[in-house]
């Protein structure tokens, strides 16, 4: 049975820090296509940051700079370092894995998402 499981989320005061984590279960951890991505209502869903399977990085613009996504292979755990967080960083968050080794950045477009977390709130207060 596949698990993606966030944690993590919370609410903060701009400026601040959160971390998220994202374990997973029921497939190979180290040739699966990781991300994250975030929804406010309203609004498609769109791409945060992405690991590829040796562990190179891709950011929206958005949060270049102040995000860092990272994987723990040992631990099954994808973390998403959220640091100067701004209100417009608001909405729920969802880990997203694409496993097998099928593509390079389970962000890029056109990309079929094979699992989803159940998403984790960040609210961050002006």
């Known amino acids: 049975e596949v698990q993606v499981v966030e944690s993590g989320g919370g609410s903060v005061q701009a400026g601040g820090s959160l971390r998220l984590s994202c374990t997973v279960s029921?497939?190979?951890?180290?040739?699966?296509?990781l991300g994250w991505f975030r929804q406010v209502p309203g609004k498609e869903r769109e791409a945060v940051a992405a690991i590829d399977t040796i562990g190179s990085t891709t950011y929206a613009d958005s949060v270049k700079d102040r995000f860092t996504v990272s994987a723990d292979n040992t631990k099954r755990t994808l973390y998403l370092q959220m640091n100067n967080l701004k209100p417009e960083d608001t909405a729920m968050y969802y880990c997203?894995?694409?496993?097998?080794?099928?593509?390079?950045?389970?962000?890029?477009?056109?990309?079929?998402?094979?699992?989803w977390g159940q998403g984790t709130q960040v609210t961050v207060s002006a």
């Open positions: 997203a894995a694409v496993p097998g080794a099928m593509v390079r950045y389970c962000s890029d477009s056109n990309i079929k998402i094979n699992y």
């Open positions: 029921g497939f190979k951890f180290h040739d699966a296509a």
